[in-house]
């Protein structure tokens, strides 16, 4: 089954598995800004003060207030093409897909993809700074109702579900299980700055037996390009959609 392929098309085989890893590039398609653009998220904010540990335990009204305002522009937001062309993958491929993606809005969720992590951490969710054994929770209240920080039941505050910079990133384990299983390993839209992210395509690349093959769509070459089979240039809202070719 051909899905509208492109030239620039990637087959799938009914053995591959695929891994998809989605970095800020495919959210800003969706108007999202983000800290490394000139007039980013983040202009006027040092990383340190709003997305840190220490910035929480300096001034946490402060950045309970800016991810106020990122799940504002979050719900504003709307998936993109790219986002649905990998829910469809997703769909047509079953269990053989799996998608983590380094954002932390719910734009794949609402385009529909189902089997993912998020290895920053979710906006729209909310847990105990004291880890004392309270769930993480879905939370899109708290943040547009109140200025105060929440208090957990334990008496300690409740803090953004975010993996800020310091901190150990979710979901690590499965990541690499799947990458270790993975023949197939594409990435969207990522600067191939950020570890371990940035390291993904060289696990896939020491995989056991058959060495995975790697793809990269992005307007940009990311600064790992000399690791991927192959370098798609182009914005994924425009590329992904005719790109896969389901044999």
Known sequence: MTINASPESIEISASDRVFVLTGAGISAESGLRTFRDSNGLWAGYQVETVATPEGWDAN????????????????????????????????????????????????????????????????????CEAKCGACVFEDRDSYNSMREIPICACGARLRPHIV??????????????????????????????????????HWANARRGTRARTFYVGPEEPLNANAFTRIIPGRAGETLPCMFKIL
């Open 60 to 127: 946490p009204e402060l950045v309970w207030q800016f991810y106020s305002q990122r799940r504002r522009e979050a719900q504003e937001s709307q998936p993109n093409a790219a986002h649905y062309a990998l829910a469809e993958l997703e769909k047509r491929i079953g269990e053989r897909f799996f998608l983590c993606t380094q954002n932390v809005d719910d734009l794949h969720e609402r385009a529909g993809s189902k089997n993912l992590v998020h290895m920053h951490g979710e906006l729209f969710k909310t847990r």
């Open 164 to 201: 800020w910079f310091g901190e150990i990133p979710l979901e690590m384990v499965r990541i690499q299980q799947e990458i270790a299983r993975c023949s197939l390993l594409l990435v969207v839209g990522t600067s191939g700055a950020v570890h371990p992210a940035a390291s993904f395509v």
